[in-house]
């Protein structure tokens, strides 16, 4: 059974070989991280687990029972009870429930342990399938976005209603 766990360090290797092998998966559907993520994967990675040290943002990872990670599940700008959540998971996993199932015990989560009552996402107009994910999640529409020069919407949820 998959497990969310907050991102250590010990999971840079597997992360960075989820990135690599979804990477032209994901650029379908949002903006590609670039070469120099890659290339400066370990500084990147460090700065990430600062900030979350620091309270800034809270990172996860759904870790498959061989270890290797099958999504990313972030709450970042944690700010008077409000976060932004982002989310990615793996191509051999998408359109099975888990992007869902995992984006609504992280909404427990933002509750439960970081105190949060509001969580945003923005998605494109052509993910489709994200959208699906955070209406499924609780979340509904609450405006338009602009997410790196593509059209898109913000979802929102309160934390405080169960859907």
Known sequence: MPELKQLHAGHAPAVLAFELAN???????VSDRGDEY??????R??????????????????VGEDGSILGRFNL???????????????QHVAGRGVATTTVRELCRLAAARHGLRTLR????????ASQK?????????AGPAD???????WYQRDLTVQP
């Open 23 to 29: 990477r032209a998966y994901f650029a379908a559907s």
């Open 38 to 43: 890659y290339d400066r994967f370990t500084d």
């Open 45 to 62: 990675y460090s700065a990430l687990l600062a900030e979350q040290e620091a309270g800034i943002c809270a990172f996860y990872v759904l």
């Open 76 to 90: 970042y700008d944690l700010k008077d009870g409000t976060a932004e959540l982002g989310y990615r998971v793996a």
């Open 121 to 128: 996402a923005g998605t494109s107009r052509e993910n489709v």
């Open 133 to 141: 994910v955070l209406t499924k999640a609780g979340f509904a529409p």
């Open 147 to 153: 997410l790196g020069g593509k059209p898109g919407t």
